[in-house]
T-cell receptor, first 114, second 112 residues
C-alpha cells in the first residue's frame, strides 16, 4: 500500500530556514501536496507540485521534488513563530477510474523558537 | 461561505454506544472523505465517496459505515463504539480528480 513518511519533529529559530522532508513509495503519484494544521484546526493546503516538476516556489515556500528518489521537501524561508504547526505531505493516487485519493504522511510538528 | 462543516465538534461515548458524525459541504463537490487522525500516524482514510449515492472503503473501514444520500452530506456511523475509535475525525471534500481538498474543523471523539 501507499507509505508516506516524515520526521515527527523539527525545531528552528525564528528567522532561520526550515526544511521539512517527506518520502513516498508510490511512483504513480500525480500531484504531491503540503498541508498545514494549526492547533485545534483542520488542514489547509499550503502548496502543491505536479509530478513532472522538480521545483516550485511560492513566496517564502520552496518545494523540491526528486522523483527518482521519491523525496519531497518543503523549505520555509525566514521562519516566523506563526509558522509553528504540523505539516503534512500527501500524495494523490488514482485508485480506480474516476477516483483519486489523498494519502498522508505522519506529519512533522514544526516549533519555531523566538 | 461555510465550506466544510462537521458536527458535532466534541463527543464522549461509552463503549458499545452508537453515533453518527455529519459532514456538510456547500461547494457542490463530488468527492467526500472521512479520515481519522491519531498521534504519530497522520491521517488515515476510513471511507470515501465519489458522488451522490456512492461509497467505498478506504484504508481503515472496519467498525464504521457511511452514507451519501445527498451530494452535500456525508455521514459516518459508528454502530458499536470501541476505545480504539478514540480519535480526531476529519471530513474533506474535493471537486474531483487532482484538486485541492478542503477540510472541516474536525470532531474529537473519546470512547470510554
Amino acid at each position: 500500500g501507499e507509505d508516506v513518511e516524515q520526521s515527527l519533529f523539527l525545531s528552528v529559530r525564528e528567522g532561520d530556514s526550515s526544511v521539512i522532508n517527506c518520502t513516498y513509495t508510490d511512483s504513480s503519484s500525480t500531484y504531491l501536496y503540503w498541508y498545514k494544521q494549526e492547533p485545534g484546526a483542520g488542514l489547509q493546503l499550503l502548496t502543491y507540485i505536479f509530478s513532472n516538476m522538480d521545483m516550485k516556489q511560492d513566496q517564502r515556500l520552496t518545494v523540491l521534488l526528486n522523483k527518482k528518489d521519491k523525496h519531497l521537501s518543503l523549505r520555509i524561508a525566514d521562519t516566523q513563530t506563526g509558522d509553528s504547526a504540523i505539516y503534512f505531505c500527501a500524495e494523490s493516487i488514482l485508485i480506480k477510474a474516476g477516483a483519486n485519493n489523498l494519502f498522508f504522511g505522519t506529519g512533522t510538528r514544526l516549533t519555531v523558537i523566538p | 461561505n461555510a465550506g466544510v462543516t462537521q458536527t458535532p465538534k466534541f463527543r464522549v461515548l461509552k463503549t458499545g454506544q452508537s453515533m453518527t458524525l455529519l459532514c456538510a459541504q456547500d461547494m457542490n463537490h463530488e468527492y467526500m472523505y472521512w479520515y481519522r487522525q491519531d498521534p504519530g500516524m497522520g491521517l488515515r482514510l476510513i471511507h470515501y465517496s465519489v458522488g451522490e449515492g456512492t461509497t467505498a472503503k478506504g484504508e481503515v473501514p472496519d467498525g464504521y459505515n457511511v452514507s451519501r444520500l445527498k451530494k452535500q452530506n456525508f455521514l459516518l456511523g459508528l454502530e458499536s463504539a470501541a476505545p480504539s475509535q478514540t480519535s480526531v475525525y476529519f471530513c474533506a471534500s474535493r471537486p474531483g480528480g487532482n484538486t485541492e481538498a478542503f477540510f472541516g474543523q474536525g470532531t474529537r471523539l473519546t470512547v470510554v
